[in-house]
T-cell receptor
Framework: AQSVTQLGSHVSVSEGALVLLRCNYSSSVPPYLFWYVQYPNQGLQLLLK??????LVKGINGFEAEFKKSETSFHLTKPSAHMSDAAEYFC????????????FGQGTRLTINP | DAGVTQSPTHLIKTRGQQVTLRCSPKSGHDTVSWYQQALGQGPQFIFQ???????QRGNFPDRFSGHQFPNYSSELNVNALLLGDSALYLC????????????????FGPGTRLLVL
């Protein structure tokens, strides 16, 4: 069975500082990996996805993530945090076949300090 | 290009009642998945509909059922509501690859927030 662990339920950074949100996955087959963002009282918006092309994936709003098979990780980074980045971030994994249901982590709430 | 839409946005029910939630997929998409997101948790997969059939199901009881219509829209029905069913219910749509069942990226709607009293 697939699973996702997001290290740190809350992360707080200063505006302009590096954002690093950690995600480790478990999968018996080569995975597809995703990061979604959820703003208050809204649904999920796709930030980026890894589907076996380049291991460094660039997404929207300046975010990027690197797939590291040896570490079973897919950490999300942004060089310089902006106040508008404050939200809940979810890492998710799916397999490559079948119906591709998404298995989500518990989420990391990102707070940006002025 | 209309995204995924869901109705209603909010709903209050009492224990034992039944509820129906609705979802219209993004234009061009033919597959709908439903997720339950309890407060402070990540979304949990309920089931997925493709070609009007339930293709995959998560670990949810039979009280949770669904339907997909020929226009690809979908309904989620929950019977005999429990307090623990209070959650945000998210619908996601996607497009089957080369006739399916594998899917492209899932796009989420804004959700329906259900409160069971």
């Amino acid at each position: 069975a697939q699973s996702v662990t997001q290290l740190g339920s809350h992360v707080s950074v200063s505006e302009g500082a590096l954002v690093l949100l950690r995600c480790n996955y478990s999968s018996s087959v080569p995975p597809y990996l995703f990061w979604y963002v959820q703003y208050p009282n809204q649904g999920l918006q796709l930030l980026l996805k890894y589907t076996s092309a380049a291991t460094l994936v660039k997404g929207i709003n300046g975010f990027e993530a690197e797939f590291k098979k040896s570490e079973t990780s897919f950490h999300l980074t942004k060089p310089s945090a902006h106040m508008s980045d404050a939200a809940e971030y979810f890492c998710a994994v799916s397999d490559r076949g079948g119906a591709q249901k998404l298995v989500f982590g518990q989420g990391t709430r990102l707070t940006i300090n002025p | 290009d209309a995204g995924v839409t869901q109705s209603p946005t909010h709903l209050i029910k009492t224990r034992g009642q039944q509820v129906t939630l609705r979802c219209s997929p993004k234009s061009g998409h033919d597959t709908v998945s439903w997720y339950q997101q309890a407060l402070g948790q990540g979304p949990q997969f309920i089931f997925q509909y493709y070609e009007e059939e339930e293709r995959q199901r998560g670990n949810f009881p039979d009280r949770f059922s669904g339907h997909q219509f020929p226009n690809y829209s979908s309904e989620l029905n929950v019977n005999a509501l429990l307090l623990g069913d209070s959650a945000l219910y998210l619908c996601a749509s996607s497009l089957a690859i080369a006739g399916g069942p594998r899917q492209e990226t899932q796009y989420f709607g804004p959700g329906t927030r259900l409160l069971v009293l």
